[in-house]
């Protein structure tokens, strides 16, 4: 019944910026973790980021400085603002709720993509 929609994805130059949503609807416990992962062809899947209910936010070392995430807990949705775009960001970004952390399942978005040109 967990759903997650996010938007936000699209086309931009290097040095370009973007914002994320997602917003996830159903029975939600009231600590849990929401943050995307992102992955492209031929590389690993990234944890890029990561927002918790109390308010902790946790960054991947290739976003650090330019990527910043946020919380509205009361309308279960988390942003995150992308600044400084660089190629190397090119990639399907994919929303996550992990529900009762740490005990809980995960919920996934559809993913949105992500381009940056040079």
């Known amino acids: 019944q967990v759903q997650l929609v996010e938007s936000g994805g699209g086309l931009v130059q290097a040095g370009g910026s973007l914002r994320l949503s997602c917003a996830a609807s159903?029975?939600?416990?009231?600590?849990?973790?929401m943050g995307w992962f992102r992955q492209a062809p031929g590389k690993q899947r990234e944890l890029v980021s990561f927002?918790?209910?109390?308010?902790?936010?946790n960054y991947a070392d290739s976003v650090k400085g330019r990527f910043t995430i946020s919380r509205d807990n009361a309308r279960n949705t988390v942003y995150l603002q992308m600044n400084s775009l660089k190629p190397e960001d090119t990639a399907v970004y994919y929303c996550?709720?992990?529900?009762?952390?740490?005990?809980?399942?995960?919920?996934w978005g559809q993913g949105t993509q992500v381009t940056v040109s040079s």
């Open positions: 996550y709720l992990h529900d009762q952390w740490p005990t809980g399942r995960l919920y």
């Open positions: 927002a918790t209910s109390g308010g902790g936010s």
């Open positions: 159903g029975s939600i416990a009231s600590i849990n973790h």
